[in-house]
Nanobody, 122 residues
Framework: QAQLVESGGGLVQPGGSLRLSCETSGFNLDYYAIAWFRQAPGKEREGVSCISDGGPYYVDSVKGRFTISRDNAKNTVYLQIDKVEPEDTGIYYC?????????????????WGQGTQITVSS
């Protein structure tokens, strides 16, 4: 059974950094695209980054601040967030799609984690 478990969230001051982890199990990460979505309070869920054999992808709002990476040997995908902004507050979810190219369309993703909360506040 496919499982994804996020960790690494917490309270961070503006300008700080966090690294989120998405530990996967029950499927071969080599064949999956992994994405990070976030949902801010009162807003719709949005995709922020994804990674696959085709490489990483970022939405414009996070380019230069977010870095996605994967360690297939550890079955884990990471999201490094630097220079955090208050707008980064929200619940961050990782998701997996059996596809060689990643796409930030939530409906395409078959498996989801439970989410990890990031709160940006001074």
């Amino acid at each position: 059974q496919a499982q994804l478990v996020e960790s690494g969230g917490g309270l961070v001051q503006p300008g700080g950094s966090l690294r989120l982890s998405c530990e996967t199990s029950g499927f071969n990460l080599d064949y999956y695209a992994i994405a990070w979505f976030r949902q801010a309070p009162g807003k719709e869920r949005e995709g922020v980054s994804c990674i696959s054999d085709g490489g990483p992808y970022y939405v414009d709002s996070v380019k230069g601040r977010f870095t996605i990476s994967r360690d297939n040997a550890k079955n884990t995908v990471y999201l490094q967030i630097d220079k955090v902004e208050p707008e980064d507050t929200g619940i961050y979810y990782c998701a997996a799609e059996l596809h060689v190219v990643c796409r930030l369309i939530a409906e395409l993703y078959d498996h989801w984690g439970q989410g990890t909360q990031i709160t940006v506040s001074s």
